[in-house]
C-alpha cells in the first residue's frame, strides 16, 4: 500500500458493515472501496470522510431484457 500509486477495498457488499478479526490498514491508508452494491450509508459515510470515494462494480440493468 505504501509503495503503489492508488490503493483500493475491493469487497462484494456481503462484507459491508461487518467486524473481521483482522485488519489490514486503516480506510485512511487506501483511495476508496470498489464493490457490487454501495447502499451501505454507513461505509459510504466512513470512506468518504476518510478522503476515498466508493466506487459500484454493479453492472447497469437494461431497460430491454
Do not use: F, Q, W
Not at 13 to 33: E, F, I, M, N, T
Not at 45 to 64: D, I, N, W
Amino acid at each position: 500500500i505504501t509503495n503503489s500509486a492508488r490503493s483500493y477495498i475491493l469487497a462484494d457488499s456481503s462484507k459491508l458493515g461487518h467486524v473481521a478479526p483482522y485488519r489490514v490498514c486503516d480506510l485512511g491508508a487506501v483511495d476508496g472501496l470498489i464493490t457490487d452494491n454501495d447502499n451501505c450509508a454507513a461505509v459510504t459515510a466512513a470512506v468518504e470522510e476518510k478522503g476515498g470515494v466508493v466506487l459500484s462494480a454493479r453492472p447497469p440493468t437494461s431497460a430491454t431484457a
